[in-house]
C-alpha cells in the first residue's frame, strides 16, 4: 500500500490473500498516519484476493466512511465485478463506490473526488 503521486491511496492485494478485518486495520492505520484527518480517495486492486470474511465485510462497513471519500475496487474478472456490483447494490455504501476491471478506467473515474 502507498499514497501515489496524486495523493490517491493505493493497494494491491496478495495472491489468494482472504481480506480479513486484521488486514484493513493494517490499512486504515497506515492512512491515519501517513494522511491524518484528511479523506482519501482508494484504488484498491483485488484481482489476485481469494475472499473476505463477513467480519472483513462489517469492520470495512464501519471504518471505511471515517477514511474514505471514494473507493474504485479493480478485478480482472466480469464475474467478480457483477458479484460485487450487486453486493454494493444491496448495501450501498454512504460513499461513492465503483468496480472496474481495468486499471486505467478507475484513475480516469477517481480524480473527481479528490
Do not use: H
Not at 494491491?12 to 491515519?32: E, G
Not at 463477513?54 to 469492520?59: G, L, Q
Amino acid at each position: 500500500m502507498w499514497f501515489d503521486s496524486q495523493g490517491i491511496f493505493r493497494s494491491v492485494t496478495k495472491k489468494n490473500a482472504a481480506l480479513t478485518s486484521n488486514a484493513l486495520k493494517m490499512s486504515f492505520d497506515f492512512i491515519a498516519r501517513e494522511a491524518p484527518g484528511r479523506m482519501i480517495c482508494w484504488i484498491g486492486d483485488v484481482t489476485e484476493s481469494s475472499s473476505s470474511t463477513k467480519e472483513a465485510r462489517d469492520y470495512a462497513a464501519e471504518e471505511t466512511p471515517r477514511f474514505v471519500r471514494a473507493p474504485a475496487l479493480i478485478t480482472n474478472s466480469p464475474v467478480s465485478k457483477m458479484i460485487a456490483n450487486i453486493l454494493l447494490g444491496l448495501k450501498k455504501p454512504p460513499y461513492p463506490t465503483r468496480v472496474f476491471t481495468n486499471e486505467k478506467d478507475a484513475r480516469e473515474w477517481i480524480p473527481r473526488f479528490l
